[in-house]
């Protein structure tokens, strides 16, 4: 079994500054690309930012240039540094990852349980 574990949520003012991280931990065999999404209430899930195993990174275009996603192989584990945060940056951020499970097995997709950022103004 998989588990991804976010940390780093938290309250911060405008113009501020959070880092999220996320490990994933259990059965796994190789990890593919990890990355970070976003749902804002009453809003559909978005994309943030993904990095794929051989560290190419694509990012929404609302955070290019103030988010920077990152990981660590060697930890199973991605990060999300993000600066001059904005009040429509307030959402709730969850990790995503594409894994294997066993040499043998597909490779599936497993989520975080969110961790919540709000930026107050």
């Known amino acids: 079994q998989v588990q991804l574990v976010e940390s780093g949520g938290g309250l911060v003012q405008a113009g501020g500054s959070l880092r999220l991280s996320c490990a994933a931990s259990?059965?796994?065999?190789?990890?593919?690309?990890m990355g970070w999404y976003r749902q804002a209430p009453g809003k559909q899930r978005e994309l943030v930012a993904v990095?794929?195993?051989?560290?190419?990174?694509n990012y929404a275009d609302s955070v290019k240039g103030r988010f920077t996603i990152s990981r660590d192989n060697a930890k199973n584990a991605v990060y999300l540094q993000m600066n001059s945060l904005k009040p429509e940056d307030t959402a709730v951020y969850y990790c995503?990852?594409?894994?294997?499970?066993?040499?043998?097995?597909?490779?599936?997709?497993?989520w975080g349980q969110g961790t919540q950022v709000t930026v107050s103004s």
């Open positions: 259990g059965s796994i065999f190789s990890i593919n690309a």
């Open positions: 990095i794929t195993g051989g560290g190419s990174t």
């Open positions: 995503n990852a594409d894994l294997r499970g066993s040499a043998w097995s597909r490779i599936r997709d497993y």
